[in-house]
């Protein structure tokens, strides 16, 4: 039992955050560290019972902490992250649902859209295409920094797809946003004034060394071949044709991004930089990758 004598919040918490560690939990699917994973389970199952806001000093229903340890246990005993367990996963401070058939999102991406791209993007994107969406956290948050906008969210996934569509419909934007599966851009038509893509940027090395949390999310959304580079390498090579003449294309590729630097030495990468953590999200214009030597 690991909240027996609990009684309040604090002690909740400060009981579920030694059990974490304990545990040798790993964070990063929407925490950092034990405290904050600990408080996020208690908050999301307190404001489902429509709770009034917690205090330190809140006593705790029985039935509540009952639903806590519970979750708290499959947490241990399985390292599944807690997004799966809850269902929930926040972006760009949006709520989205999520499963094991996609990726928990976590990308630097959430800053460039909190600022509406601002200095990347001379006017509002009419039309917008999010490469590789999984569950649509990216496109969905574009369409509503961009209200006048269309996005399409596509991927290869269908089990993807039909999360991104639950969360389409969360969001209420079925009039503007559109789900198209497609081996990359194979089933997308027309062209888009920004083209934004996280897609598995993770080589075959990296992932045999990937926390236990990780393995539990799809292995489509993060290995791809080339030592993490085959998938960029053909998004780089197709998307001119898919952009509009002042598009632009942004690319999320993690710690791969120095291979990829290097490995397309012809192109003026502007890799991004972030007040909040993260990298390897590279900006090109839809000239800079029409006039690319190769």
């Not at 059990?19 to 307190?46: K, P, Q, R, V």
């Not at 993060?222 to 197709?238: A, H, S």
Request: negative net charge; aromatic residues 8%.
């Amino acid at each position: 039992m690991l909240l027996i004598g609990v009684v309040n919040t604090q002690e909740c918490l400060e009981k579920m955050t030694a059990a974490f560690d304990g545990a040798n939990l790993f964070f990063g699917h929407g925490t950092d560290n034990s405290w904050d994973e600990a408080c996020w389970l208690l908050e999301t199952l307190a404001r489902r019972r429509a709770l009034p806001p917690l205090q330190l000093d809140t006593a705790l229903p029985v039935d509540l902490l009952a639903e806590v340890e519970a979750l708290a246990t499959v947490r241990i005993e399985t390292r599944k992250p807690l997004a799966y367990l809850l269902n929930e996963a926040w972006f760009c401070g949006l709520p989205f649902y999520v499963d094991e058939r996609v990726l928990v999102p976590r990308s630097p991406f959430a800053e460039l859209i909190n600022t509406r791209f601002e200095t990347l993007l001379k006017t509002a994107p009419r039309r917008i295409l999010d490469l590789c969406t999984g569950g649509g956290c990216i496109g969905i948050a574009c369409a509503i920094a961009f209200p006048e906008a269309e996005v399409v969210l596509a991927d290869l996934s269908p089990d993807a797809l039909a999360v991104a569509r639950i969360n389409i419909e969360k969001h209420k934007l079925g009039d503007r946003v559109q789900v198209v599966e497609s081996d990359l851009f194979a089933s997308v038509t027309g062209r888009f004034d920004l083209i934004v893509s996280n897609p598995p940027y993770v080589g075959a090395e990296e992932y045999e060394d990937l926390p236990a949390e990780y393995l539990r999310e799809p292995e489509l959304g993060l290995l791809t071949g080339n030592d993490g580079l085959e998938i960029p390498l053909r998004i780089l090579e197709q998307a001119a044709t898919y952009l509009s003449d002042d598009g632009l294309l942004l690319l999320e590729t993690g710690a791969t991004w120095p291979l990829l630097d290097e490995a397309r030495t012809d192109l003026p990468f502007l890799w991004l930089e972030f007040e909040y953590g993260g990298e390897g999200i590279c900006a090109l214009k839809a000239s800079e990758l029409r006039t690319q030597s190769r």
